[in-house]
């Protein structure tokens, strides 16, 4: 079943935008990752959060977590159109034997 | 270039046909994981195998038969096939199981016929 959910499905912005994303999810988990893929290419790891972690910074990413409301916001700041691709969100829970489970994605479009 | 390779990228089959996707990593990584992508749907685990042994095997139909020979290699063995089975398949690979991130390939296109 799917335990992230990423809000919105779809975002469109301009070159130097800030985009946020969201991920929602159900059940208690270890850590949560965030992903991005290229149209119709492999994931690419972007980032992990462990449970006991509000924020993290990776160069232009910054990945918050509320446990308390299961609930994940990736932004990216000063997009670039390179930056157009489909995040997901993967959590590692509890109850799904550790094994990583992604949401369905936020298809980001930067337009130059 | 993530260090996990698979072969074909792309794939065209009849649903008679058997073909073999081919998974082959080379990060030293215990852990390989085969996914499905369908559109408009969520990636979905299919198998995991650490070690070299099954760990999950996600109620994927036995008409998909994956095999581990090494720590290195992964094989997803097809035949008879559906057309609703046309999707973006992908390997993955990680150290351990828990607390890691994974490292896909690029996956392989397969359309069924």
Same mark, same amino acid.
């Given at each position: 079943?799917?335990?992230?959910?990423?809000?919105?499905?779809?975002?469109?912005?301009q070159?130097?935008?800030?985009? =946020?994303m969201?991920? @929602?999810? #159900?059940?208690s988990?270890?850590?949560?990752?965030?992903? %991005?893929q290229?149209s119709?290419?492999?994931?690419?790891?972007?980032?992990?959060?462990?449970?006991?972690e509000r924020?993290?910074h990776?160069?232009?990413?910054?990945? =918050?977590?509320?446990? @308390?409301? #299961?609930?994940?916001?990736?932004?990216?700041?000063?997009? %670039?159109?390179?930056?157009?691709?489909?995040?997901f969100?993967?959590?590692?829970?509890h109850?799904a034997g550790?094994m990583?489970?992604?949401?369905?994605?936020?298809?980001?479009?930067?337009?130059? | 270039?993530?260090?996990?390779?698979?072969?074909?990228?792309?794939l065209?089959?009849?649903?008679?046909?058997k073909?073999?996707?081919?998974c082959?990593?080379?990060?030293g990584h215990?852990?390989?994981?085969?996914y499905?992508?369908?559109?408009?749907?969520?990636?979905?685990l299919?198998?995991?195998?650490?070690?070299?042994?099954?760990?999950?095997?996600?109620?994927?139909?036995?008409?998909?038969s994956?095999?581990?020979?090494?720590?290195?290699?992964?094989?997803?063995?097809?035949?008879?096939?559906?057309?609703e089975?046309?999707?973006l398949?992908?390997?993955?690979?990680?150290q351990?199981?828990?607390?890691?991130?994974?490292?896909?390939?690029?996956?392989?296109?397969?359309?069924?016929?």
């Open positions: 079943s799917q335990q992230g959910e990423e809000d919105p499905q779809a975002l469109s912005i070159e130097g935008e800030n985009a =946020t969201n991920c @929602s999810y #159900k059940t988990i270890n850590n949560l990752q965030w992903y %991005r290229n119709g290419r492999g994931l690419v790891h972007l980032i992990l959060i462990r449970s006991n924020e993290k990776s160069g232009r990413l910054r990945v =918050t977590l509320d446990t @308390s409301k #299961k609930s994940s916001s990736l932004l990216i700041t000063a997009s %670039r159109a390179a930056d157009t691709a489909s995040y969100c993967a959590t590692e829970a109850n550790n990583l489970t992604f949401g369905g994605g936020t298809r980001l479009m930067v337009k130059p | 270039e993530t260090g996990v390779t698979q072969t074909p990228r792309h065209v089959m009849g649903m008679t046909n073909k073999s996707l081919k082959e990593q080379h990060l215990n852990a390989m994981y085969w499905k992508q369908s559109a408009k749907k969520p990636l979905e299919m198998f995991v195998y650490s070690l070299e042994e099954r760990v999950e095997n996600n109620s994927v139909p036995s008409r998909f994956p095999e581990c020979p090494n720590s290195s290699h992964l094989f997803l063995h097809l035949h008879t096939l559906q057309p089975d046309s999707a398949y992908l390997c993955a690979s990680s351990g199981l828990s607390l890691t991130e994974a490292f896909f390939g690029q996956g392989t296109r397969l359309t069924v016929v």
